[in-house]
């Protein structure tokens, strides 16, 4: 890399996602290597724009996040991040990383996908590495697993892969945000912080419970299901796998030691309110991650019923209506 490079700053916006069949649990913590392929619907509403600029002057990274300078913690995580896209690149210059987070951080929709998706995807242009975009889910993915499948808009794929280095681990595309119509519906119910974050709570999951095991084998099963009710636009069969994945998942938390489980009282009333509408021929769907909160999924037409429906329900503070969003793009200075 000739020193007289320029280095400019790149700016990048990446969407959260929601997973439909839920990455749950790592065979390598180091690469961020999954137990299992998951799929998932990049959400139009959610997202993070981050700019990066690599600069001989700086005698250290600076993070500055939602306009204030990112405390040591945050800042440590971000710089060990960059070591690696640095030694990726031969630059040992610092950055300059700039974030903000238009996901509503504080009430329990934080997502580390939208945020190592704009980050891996504005230092990996700003430091000049030349990376198809099958490689960059890979780069994003070693910030955080689920980062890999915000690259891409719509309905993603995040294939595990087979191989101890992760060079088959990637994440691709299955259909754009434009292929189907649906409606997601992000139902806000707590501000509280999580007990137990997803990381601790896979980690636990894979080293105790005893079913996590049928997890592995279930979910693969499922994505087959999923993919199948995908390509027939079949949303009865798509809600049907998407919310008894969720369960599946949330199902190994259980039976974890210490056993542990994201839901409050909110959570189990959205749920039974869900299953009412079906029963009254309103074809919705339940998926929860690992919080309180939970994601209904819809047809648009039937949006408007469902969303005043839930809206009654004490415990439901907000609802956020998301349709299927785009992938990473950058953004003009
Ligand atoms: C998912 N989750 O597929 C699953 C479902 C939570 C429940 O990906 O350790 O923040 O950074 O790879 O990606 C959240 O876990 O975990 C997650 P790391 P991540 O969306």
Redesign the pocket.
């Known amino acids: 890399m000739p020193e007289h490079r320029k280095f400019e700053q790149v700016t990048a916006k990446a969407h959260a996602n929601i997973?439909l069949i839920?990455?749950?649990g790592k065979r390598d913590e180091e690469l961020?290597l999954p137990m299992n392929s998951?799929l998932?619907i990049t959400l139009d509403k959610f997202y993070t724009e981050t700019s990066v600029q690599f600069c001989g002057k700086l005698k250290k990274d600076v993070f500055i996040f939602n306009n204030n300078i990112a405390d040591e913690a945050e800042t440590t995580k971000v710089s060990n991040y960059l070591n690696q896209i640095r030694k990726m690149a031969g630059v040992e210059r610092y950055a300059m990383v700039q974030s903000v987070n238009h996901v509503p951080t504080a009430a329990g929709f934080a997502s580390?996908?939208s945020g190592y998706a704009a980050l891996a995807s504005a230092a990996v242009r700003a430091i000049g590495l030349d990376i198809d975009q099958k490689k960059l889910t890979q780069v994003a993915r070693i910030g955080?697993?689920?980062a890999c499948r915000s690259i891409y808009g719509g309905f993603v794929e995040w294939t595990k892969g087979n191989l101890e280095d992760g060079s088959d681990c990637y994440a691709k595309q299955l259909e754009n945000e434009d292929y189907w119509d649906l409606s997601i519906l992000a139902i806000q119910l707590s501000a509280e912080e999580k007990s137990l974050s997803?990381?601790a709570g896979m980690k636990l999951t894979v080293d105790t419970s005893p079913y996590y095991e049928i997890w592995v084998k279930e979910a693969q099963k499922d994505l087959g299901t999923l993919k199948d009710a995908l390509h027939h636009k079949d949303f009865e069969q798509l809600g049907q796998v998407t919310e008894s994945n969720a369960l599946k998942?949330h199902a190994t938390t259980l039976g974890a030691n210490p056993p542990h489980w994201y839901w409050e009282a909110g959570t189990i009333s959205v749920m039974n309110q869900v299953r009412k509408l079906r029963d009254s021929g309103i074809p919705a769907y339940f998926t929860m991650?690992?919080g309180p909160n939970v994601f209904v999924l819809c047809q648009k037409k039937d949006q408007e019923v469902v969303e005043q429906t839930l809206l009654t329900l004490k415990e439901v503070q907000k609802i956020y209506v998301c349709q299927p969003g785009p992938g990473v793009s950058y953004l003009a200075k």
């Open positions: 997973a839920k990455y749950w961020f998951s998932s580390s996908a955080s697993g689920s997803s990381r998942m991650d690992a």
